[in-house]
């Protein structure tokens, strides 16, 4: 028994890590959003399905490789997003209405957009076309993997790496978190609040975006609530990893991943989707502030 | 007449009971709103009453009574277990706990043999009545009537215009808030035991992220300035897909667009009114 668990150790801490990513980067432009636009923006799970939808008929009806259908989905995706953040969250800032409103304006537009989703494509599972990406396995020292893991994993790293480059060391990413700190001071300083809104909107769709066309891809099924169910995956990783705190958002999407594996592969299946939701509450009762402890900012 | 009346009531019986138990869902909504917090666990309470009591009455047999009143505690407990630490947090950390608990109740519920599974419990007897439900409903609306007008209410309403000035008057925001959700609960809970005696059936899907989107465009379409205006929400879209046919598969497409409208362009709801003060 307990032999057997050891054989099989590697290869789920590679699925779980696999997974991790995508739980990581779908919640880092979520948690990215609230942290500097200070807003929950539900909508955020509809960009997920969205790029996986466009993934889908870009390679089907357009017959693109995945090197293009990828960042076209996820380009389109980060438009959609600055398309919604207008019509739905600017009169809302402008009125300086309260954090709720915006957090009640993007519900009733989940419903409408993932009901108006479901009545044109129906609730059937799609697939993207099989020549899309090789899924032969490839063998690594006992652990079997295939291209779209490898894809995901290096995908994640990347973006993840070139999206805290620009936070750290450029003059936008530095307005970023001005704003990030006091919207209103960074106006006064001269920052362009609007452009930091709709630029911060785009890089947040096309993140969640991505990691819809990646997980359409790994699990090679694709329906219009994919990314409701992905939304609340993405609400536990952000309160674990603390509301608006990135480097937590990413430890924390890796721990559910791997825990969620090992949870279907070592004790059930049936109960790996509650992991994620026990330990979201019991990070409420003993640690609200996150992983990493930066005070959620109690506004007045 | 009579048997006009019993025709048109046999006909329209379901319609009339859910006209009743969205009033009820729509009450505990408002519950919530009226102290500015937002709480998407309302279809989860529901759910949570409507299993308990199914189980208690299929399994145990108890008594009608004591059933409901057994739907109504059990919802509570679990709004404490929520509610104690995020409504210390600002308002977005309930939203979202909420959320999360209805997904662990839909997990539950699909999972666990107790619950009958994917399948949910079937063959619940029908111990639900007209009189009860609206009786319960015009119970409800007359005590939120009262408490508005009261000290408690006033302080309600000072929370939802302004928290940090309604704290600084000395209102103890935590254990109101934390009230507001377990009175919420509790009606929810009722209104899913009522639900499940009045259609023998009940599933674990009946209660998900669709349901508690639906109950909060109760609230907000009516408007939460009085309990009057979530009831009248309630109401009106309940009744609109049977009257508009063609809107019936874009229910939930309504639904949300209700939302969006109401906080863009009427952030007050239809009925705009507020209950006026005494002394």
């Known amino acids: 028994m307990f032999a057997q668990i050891l054989q099989q150790l590697p290869q789920q801490l590679l699925n779980g890590l696999v997974l991790g990513s995508t739980y990581a980067l779908f919640a880092l432009g979520f948690t990215l959003m609230f942290g500097v636009l200070g807003v929950i923006n539900l909508t955020y799970g509809f960009y997920f399905t969205t790029a996986a939808f466009l993934a889908l008929y870009g390679s089907k009806l357009l017959a693109l490789p995945i090197w293009l259908a990828l960042p076209g989905a996820a380009l389109l995706a980060g438009l959609i997003a600055v398309l919604l953040d207008a019509i739905l969250l600017t009169p809302l800032r402008r009125k300086k209405a309260p954090e709720l409103s915006s957090l009640m304006v993007t519900l009733g537009a989940t419903l409408l957009l993932y009901s108006l989703m479901t009545a044109t494509f129906g609730t059937e599972i799609r697939r993207l076309p099989p020549a899309i990406i090789s899924h032969a396995a490839i063998m690594l020292g006992g652990v079997r993997m295939n291209l779209s893991q490898i894809l995901i994993v290096v995908t994640t790293v990347l973006i993840v790496a070139a999206l805290l480059a620009v936070i750290r060391f450029t003059r936008f990413g530095l307005s970023m978190r001005s704003m990030a700190e006091n919207g209103e001071a960074a106006e006064l300083m001269g920052v362009n609040t609007d452009a930091v809104v709709r630029l911060v909107s785009f890089i947040s769709g096309a993140l969640g975006g991505t990691a819809g066309v990646l997980i359409g891809l790994n699990f090679n099924a694709i329906q219009p609530y994919m990314g409701e169910t992905m939304m609340l995956k993405g609400f536990a990783v952000i309160i674990i990893g603390g509301l608006g705190d990135i480097k937590g958002a990413l430890i924390a999407g890796l721990v559910i991943g791997v825990l969620e594996v090992l949870t279907a592969g070592f004790i059930s299946s049936d109960i790996k989707d509650a992991v994620g939701f026990i330990l979201l509450v019991a990070t409420l009762w003993f640690r609200p502030v996150g992983l990493f402890g930066r005070a959620p900012a109690k506004r007045a | ?279």
């Open chain 2, 1 to 279: 007449m009579t048997t006009f009346l019993d025709n048109f009531f046999f006909s329209y019986q379901t319609l009339i009971f859910a006209l009743g138990i969205n009033g009820l869902l729509a009450l505990s909504m408002y519950t919530v709103l009226a102290v500015g917090q937002l709480s998407l666990g309302q279809a989860a309470f529901m759910g949570i009453g409507a299993y308990v009591s199914a189980l208690l009455t299929l399994h145990l047999d108890w008594p009608f009574a004591a059933v409901l009143l057994a739907a109504m505690i059990v919802p509570a407990l679990f709004a404490l277990l929520i509610g104690g630490p995020t409504l210390k947090l600002t308002g977005v950390y309930l939203a979202l706990a909420t959320i999360a608990l209805g997904e662990i109740i839909r997990i539950f519920c699909n999972t666990s043999d107790l619950t009958g599974g994917a399948l949910g419990l079937s063959g619940i007897p029908n111990k639900t009545t007209f009189t009860l439900i609206f009786g319960l409903l015009a119970l409800a609306l007359v005590n939120f009537v009262l408490i508005a007008r009261s000290r408690v209410g006033r302080a309600m309403e000072a929370m939802r215009e302004d928290e940090v000035a309604a704290g600084v008057m000395g209102i103890n925001l935590p254990a109101m808030k934390l009230g507001a959700l377990v009175v919420s609960a509790m009606l929810a809970g009722l209104a899913g035991a009522l639900n499940a005696h009045a259609n023998s059936f009940i599933g674990p899907n009946d209660y998900g992220f669709d349901q508690a989107v639906t109950i909060l465009s109760f609230a907000l379409l009516g408007g939460i300035g009085s309990p009057f205006g979530p009831v009248l929400g309630a109401v009106i879209l309940t009744l609109l897909p049977e009257l508009l046919t063609a809107l019936h598969d874009f229910k939930l497409v309504v639904n949300g667009f209700i939302i969006v409208v109401a906080v863009l362009y009427m952030p007050r709801g239809l009925l705009s009114w507020r209950i006026g003060r005494v002394g």
